[in-house]
């Protein structure tokens, strides 16, 4: 059974930074791509960043150039470094594991961590 726990929010004044971090369980963590994706109030899910098995990343242009999505093997961990939070950043930010190759409509979920930017 997979289980994603998603750790490191919190609140935080613009310019700040936070660091999320989501431990999985329950799969062969290097064969999966991981990814973030946040759901801010009264917003769709979106997709925040994502890294491949192989360590290819992809960003939002949102976030692009602030954040950095990293994973951890040996850990079976994957990482969000957030920097240069703005307002907008603030949402529920979940993990997302899904087998390389896979539809996303297969991927499991982590339950989410909240991130405010507040001054």
């Known amino acids: 059974q997979v289980q994603l726990v998603e750790s490191g929010g919190g609140l935080v004044q613009p310019g700040g930074s936070l660091r999320l971090s989501c431990a999985a369980s329950?799969?062969?963590?290097?064969?999966?791509?991981m990814g973030w994706y946040r759901q801010g109030p009264g917003k769709q899910r979106e997709l925040v960043a994502v890294?491949?098995?192989?360590?290819?990343?992809s960003y939002s242009n949102s976030v692009q150039g602030r954040f950095t999505i990293s994973r951890d093997n040996a850990k079976n961990t994957v990482y969000l470094q957030m920097n240069s939070l703005k307002f907008e950043d603030t949402a529920v930010y979940y993990c997302?594991?899904?087998?390389?190759?896979?539809?996303?409509?297969?991927?499991?979920w982590g339950q989410g961590t909240q991130v405010t930017v507040s001054s």
């Open positions: 997302n594991a899904v087998l390389t190759g896979a539809p996303l409509s297969s991927s499991s």
């Open positions: 329950g799969i062969i963590f290097s064969n999966y791509i």
């Open positions: 890294i491949t098995s192989d360590g290819s990343l």
